[in-house]
């Protein structure tokens, strides 16, 4: 191997683990990625114990477990993303020592976050809770989103604060509004919006597809502008 390919082979393997880093840990929750990869290893072992003929383990099948691997991380974002109900599910799962607890929700303010393909807007809250006779106020931040497409939408900051002030007042109607709170340190909770099994408008999926339609939308007009230039080139001469 010449230095340049290995000097761009080390260059590549820095980029992916930079990407990893940013969407497995900073993006994304990382308890995700250790459910993708423990599915992976069990579809793996699924496909390669029923093959007729056994073959020792080899880089081939390291590929293929990290295919199915991601392939699952994928499909567990979405469903993630796109699932208030499953976010609450896993955090009840993997936080046995929080109970659900009565309280009362107020808007401490709307805003947008504007920020190259990030655009939404979203709602903070203060919100209360009584256990054992004490009453504990806490803050959470950004606790309903609603993602809006710049070319589509309209994006003005009203119309974006107003989409998750109407739609996180019915959710104060409908006290669908879920409050967990640490056994041990009541002090200590964790606030979800809803519980509802699906929700587009506030999912990173929806950003994400707004994104690529975006991108597809800027090649094509490309594309057009070149071809009408090119038939009037050809016309004049």
Request: net charge positive; hydrophobic share 45%.
């Amino acid at each position: 191997m010449s230095k340049k390919s290995f000097l761009e082979n080390i260059a590549g393997y820095i980029l992916l683990a930079a990407a990893g880093v940013f969407f497995i840990v900073i993006w994304n929750p990382f308890q995700l990625a250790i459910y993708s990869l423990f599915t992976g290893a069990v579809i793996f072992l699924i496909f390669y114990i029923r093959q007729p003929e056994k073959q020792p383990l080899s880089k081939h099948h390291l590929r293929r477990y990290l295919f199915y691997t991601g392939v699952t991380y994928f499909l567990v974002v979405v469903l993630y993303s796109l699932s208030p109900y499953l976010r609450l599910k896993e955090f009840q799962w993997t936080h046995p020592g929080y109970h659900t607890v009565q309280g009362e929700v107020a808007v401490s303010g709307y805003g947008v976050y504007k920020q190259r393909s990030n655009l939404y807007g979203f709602v903070n809250v203060d919100y209360s809770y009584q256990v054992n006779g004490h009453r504990y106020q806490q803050h959470q931040k950004e606790v309903l989103k609603f993602y809006s497409f710049p070319i589509f939408s309209n994006t003005k900051t009203e119309y974006l604060s107003g989409q998750v002030a109407r739609r996180f007042s019915r959710l104060q109607q409908q006290e669908s509004y879920v409050i967990m709170v640490n056994d041990r340190q009541p002090d200590r909770s964790r606030f979800f919006s809803s519980a509802e099994a699906f929700y587009w408008s506030g999912s990173a999926l929806k950003n994400f597809l707004a994104g690529i339609l975006f991108m597809i939308i800027i090649f094509a007009m490309i594309g057009l502008f070149a071809f009408l230039f090119r038939n009037y080139k050809t016309g004049k001469s």
